[in-house]
């Protein structure tokens, strides 16, 4: 059986940027500025996206 994996700079930096936050873009950084890029914009959006979600998640528990 073959490993088919892949390493694609866009894959790395959504997986390290929604992950591990501040740590993965340095660390996706070192891999290539793309990922690194990528990272950055997925750490932002997760924070936007929690920021919008977060007010609502009381709401479950009452």
């Given at each position: 059986m073959q490993n088919h994996s892949r390493k694609s700079d866009i894959g790395i930096g959504i997986g390290l940027g929604t992950s591990s936050q501040a740590i993965g873009g340095a660390k996706a950084l070192e891999h290539s500025k793309m990922s690194s890029s990528?990272?950055?914009v997925t750490m932002v959006l997760t924070a936007i996206i929690g920021s919008f979600i977060a007010p609502f998640i009381p709401l479950l528990f009452n």
């Amino acid at each position: 059986m073959q490993n088919h994996s892949r390493k694609s700079d866009i894959g790395i930096g959504i997986g390290l940027g929604t992950s591990s936050q501040a740590i993965g873009g340095a660390k996706a950084l070192e891999h290539s500025k793309m990922s690194s890029s990528i990272g950055t914009v997925t750490m932002v959006l997760t924070a936007i996206i929690g920021s919008f979600i977060a007010p609502f998640i009381p709401l479950l528990f009452n």
